[in-house]
């Protein structure tokens, strides 16, 4: 049988992961608060699931394609500009956005209010992506484009540089 047959199987005694409203993974990375609610450690890597605040006016990652996993945003309060492309969609609660691999896209808080998102990473690829941002700020170096490109490079993940 091979490894990923093994994994598709349903487990005789499958644990459980309960994440309350206080617990989960926090990572900060300037003016977004992220809960990492699921890492993939439970799911057999194939989703993981995180919640982030942005706070009026920040301003996301550059604009990206991933080429190994889907990602989606479901918007729980205010308002997120995506651009996919050179197009912008303003996402306002209760609207989900799935962008497939390869698609360019990047995310915003333009308004003067909070937004809250939760993000799914499928397989859970990208959880560690946030983590090396959160290790460059912690080592107190400044997190710049480049850096932001360097960990999304670990990551299958590289700059739609053609629509900068």
Same mark, same amino acid.
Request: aromatic share 6%; net charge negative; hydrophobic share 35%.
């Given at each position: 049988?091979? $490894?990923?047959?093994?994994?598709?199987?349903?487990?005789?005694?499958?644990?459980?992961?309960?994440?309350?409203?206080?617990?989960?993974?926090?990572?900060?990375?300037?003016?977004?608060?992220?809960?990492?609610?699921?890492? &993939?450690?439970?799911? &057999? *890597?194939?989703?993981?699931?995180? $919640?982030?605040?942005?706070?009026?006016?920040?301003?996301?990652?550059?604009?990206?394609?991933?080429?190994?996993?889907?990602?989606?945003?479901?918007?729980?309060?205010?308002?997120?500009?995506?651009?996919?492309?050179?197009?912008?969609?303003?996402?306002?609660?209760?609207?989900?956005?799935?962008?497939?691999?390869?698609?360019? *896209?990047?995310?915003?808080?333009?308004?003067?209010?909070?937004?809250?998102?939760?993000?799914?990473?499928?397989?859970?690829?990208?959880?560690?992506?946030?983590?090396?941002?959160?290790?460059?700020?912690? &080592?107190?170096?400044?997190?710049?484009?480049?850096?932001?490109?360097?960990?999304?490079?670990?990551?299958?993940?590289?700059?739609?540089?053609?629509?900068?």
């Amino acid at each position: 049988m091979t $490894e990923e047959a093994r994994t598709n199987e349903p487990q005789a005694d499958p644990a459980v992961s309960v994440v309350g409203p206080d617990d989960g993974e926090t990572i900060v990375l300037g003016t977004t608060r992220m809960r990492v609610l699921e890492d &993939g450690s439970h799911t &057999g *890597h194939r989703l993981a699931i995180a $919640e982030s605040v942005l706070a009026p006016h920040t301003q996301g990652p550059p604009q990206h394609r991933h080429a190994q996993h889907d990602e989606g945003f479901y918007i729980l309060s205010g308002t997120v500009r995506f651009t996919v492309g050179d197009e912008d969609r303003d996402a306002t609660t209760g609207t989900l956005v799935m962008v497939p691999p390869g698609t360019p *896209h990047t995310f915003a808080n333009l308004t003067d209010q909070p937004a809250v998102m939760l993000s799914t990473f499928t397989p859970d690829l990208y959880v560690q992506y946030f983590r090396d941002l959160q290790d460059v700020l912690a &080592g107190g170096r400044p997190l710049t484009p480049q850096a932001n490109i360097d960990a999304m490079s670990r990551y299958a993940t590289e700059p739609a540089t053609d629509l900068a």
